[in-house]
C-alpha cells in the first residue's frame, strides 16, 4: 500500500488530463492513503472559486481524499527554512537576467547547453561577485534563486530513483539522477516563496507520500527533485509517470490549450461513470 497525492493548481477548471491524473494516483494506492494537494503558490492567478471547482469535480468522478487538504500558500516558512539550508550550504545563487537577457545570452553561445525542453540557463550570474550582487539588491532589482547544479553535483555523488512506467506499478527499475539535467533551476524569485521544484519536494515530505504518479512530461523533473531531496535529507518516495492524455491533434490536455474542462462535460449531461470509463479504455 502507497501514499499517494493528486496536485492540482486553482487556475483553470480541471479537464480529462487532470482526471486521468487523480483515477490513476488514486488506483496507485492500493488500499493505501490518496491525499490532495492544492498548489496555489501563484497568488496572481490563484481563485478561490476554482479551488472549489477542483474539490466539486473530484468528487463528481467519485473520489475521495485523507484530510487535511494541504494548501502550499499556507507553507511558505517550509520553503524559506529548505532555501536557507540550501544556502548556508553555497548552493543557491541570485539571477538578475531577464528572459530576454538569457534569451540573447544564448543566441551568443554557439555551444548553449541544451536540457529536456530546451537550451538551458547559461549561468551568466554565477560570476557576480558579491559586491555586485548586494549592490543589485539593494537598487531592488528583481531576481530569481538558482540552484548550483555543478556544485550539488560534486556534493552528492551518484544518486537514483525508483521508476515504474506501468500500473499496477511493481516492478520498479532503478534510474541513474542526471544533476545537471536541466541547469541552475529556478528554487524562488524575490516575492515568491518557491518554485516548483522546491515546494513539491518539501511537501512530499510533509504529506508522508510515498508513490508519486504523474504524466510522462514531468520525468525530467524527478531528477532535479531527487538533487533537492537528497541536499535537504528528505525521504525519496517512489516514482511511476503515466502515459498522457492526448486531444484531438495529439497535444497533451493543457489549460494553456483551453482543453475542454470536466465543468463542460458536466454540463453536457455526461455521466462520471462514462468518463472514468473512457479514461480507463484510452
Same mark, same amino acid.
Request: with cysteine; hydrophobic share 40%.
Given at each position: 500500500?502507497?501514499?499517494?497525492?493528486?496536485?492540482?493548481?486553482?487556475?483553470?477548471?480541471?479537464?480529462?488530463?487532470?482526471?486521468?491524473?487523480?483515477?490513476?494516483?488514486?488506483?496507485?494506492?492500493?488500499?493505501?492513503?490518496?491525499?490532495?494537494?492544492?498548489?496555489?503558490?501563484?497568488?496572481?492567478?490563484?481563485?478561490?472559486? %476554482?479551488?472549489?471547482?477542483?474539490?466539486?469535480?473530484?468528487?463528481?468522478?467519485?473520489?475521495?481524499?485523507?484530510?487535511?487538504? &494541504?494548501?502550499?500558500?499556507?507553507?511558505?516558512?517550509?520553503?524559506?527554512?529548505?532555501?536557507?539550508?540550501?544556502?548556508?550550504?553555497?548552493?543557491?545563487?541570485?539571477?538578475?537576467?531577464?528572459?530576454?537577457?538569457?534569451?540573447?545570452?544564448?543566441?551568443?553561445?554557439?555551444?548553449?547547453?541544451?536540457?529536456?525542453?530546451?537550451?538551458?540557463?547559461?549561468?551568466?550570474?554565477?560570476?557576480?561577485?558579491?559586491?555586485?550582487?548586494?549592490?543589485?539588491?539593494?537598487?531592488?532589482?528583481?531576481?530569481? %534563486?538558482?540552484?548550483?547544479?555543478?556544485?550539488?553535483?560534486?556534493? &552528492?555523488?551518484?544518486?537514483?530513483?525508483?521508476?515504474?512506467?506501468?500500473?499496477?506499478?511493481?516492478?520498479?527499475?532503478?534510474?541513474?539522477?542526471?544533476?545537471?539535467?536541466?541547469?541552475?533551476?529556478?528554487?524562488?524569485?524575490?516575492?515568491?516563496?518557491?518554485?516548483?521544484?522546491?515546494?513539491?519536494?518539501?511537501?512530499?515530505?510533509?504529506?508522508?507520500?510515498?508513490?508519486?504518479?504523474?504524466?510522462?512530461?514531468?520525468?525530467?523533473?524527478?531528477?532535479?527533485?531527487?538533487?533537492?531531496?537528497?541536499?535537504?535529507?528528505?525521504?525519496?518516495?517512489?516514482?511511476?509517470?503515466?502515459? &498522457?492524455?492526448?486531444?484531438?491533434?495529439?497535444?497533451?490536455?493543457?489549460?494553456?490549450?483551453?482543453?475542454?474542462?470536466?465543468?463542460?462535460?458536466?454540463?453536457?449531461?455526461?455521466?462520471?461513470?462514462?468518463?472514468?470509463?473512457?479514461?480507463?479504455?484510452?
Amino acid at each position: 500500500m502507497f501514499v499517494t497525492r493528486f496536485a492540482p493548481s486553482p487556475t483553470g477548471y480541471l479537464h480529462l488530463g487532470h482526471a486521468f491524473a487523480a483515477l490513476t494516483a488514486q488506483a496507485a494506492a492500493q488500499g493505501g492513503r490518496f491525499l490532495l494537494r492544492i498548489e496555489d503558490l501563484d497568488a496572481s492567478r490563484t481563485r478561490e472559486t %476554482l479551488v472549489e471547482a477542483i474539490f466539486s469535480d473530484l468528487r463528481w468522478l467519485g473520489l475521495g481524499w485523507g484530510e487535511p487538504v &494541504l494548501r502550499q500558500s499556507a507553507r511558505t516558512g517550509a520553503y524559506a527554512s529548505a532555501l536557507d539550508e540550501l544556502r548556508a550550504m553555497g548552493l543557491i545563487y541570485p539571477c538578475f537576467c531577464t528572459r530576454g537577457d538569457i534569451a540573447a545570452e544564448i543566441a551568443r553561445s554557439a555551444e548553449a547547453p541544451h536540457g529536456p525542453d530546451g537550451p538551458l540557463y547559461p549561468g551568466t550570474c554565477r560570476q557576480l561577485s558579491a559586491k555586485e550582487r548586494v549592490r543589485l539588491e539593494d537598487a531592488g532589482a528583481p531576481y530569481a %534563486l538558482r540552484l548550483h547544479s555543478t556544485k550539488a553535483a560534486a556534493r &552528492l555523488g551518484p544518486l537514483f530513483f525508483e521508476e515504474s512506467g506501468r500500473f499496477p506499478y511493481a516492478d520498479y527499475q532503478y534510474v541513474a539522477v542526471d544533476p545537471l539535467l536541466s541547469g541552475d533551476v529556478v528554487l524562488g524569485r524575490k516575492g515568491t516563496p518557491a518554485s516548483y521544484h522546491l515546494a513539491v519536494v518539501i511537501d512530499d515530505a510533509a504529506q508522508g507520500v510515498t508513490l508519486v504518479t504523474r504524466g510522462r512530461d514531468l520525468l525530467p523533473s524527478t531528477h532535479t527533485q531527487r538533487v533537492l531531496q537528497s541536499l535537504l535529507g528528505l525521504p525519496a518516495p517512489k516514482y511511476a509517470h503515466h502515459r &498522457l492524455i492526448l486531444d484531438i491533434e495529439g497535444r497533451k490536455m493543457s489549460k494553456r490549450e483551453h482543453a475542454r474542462s470536466l465543468q463542460d462535460l458536466r454540463r453536457a449531461g455526461i455521466a462520471p461513470e462514462a468518463i472514468v470509463a473512457m479514461l480507463q479504455g484510452t
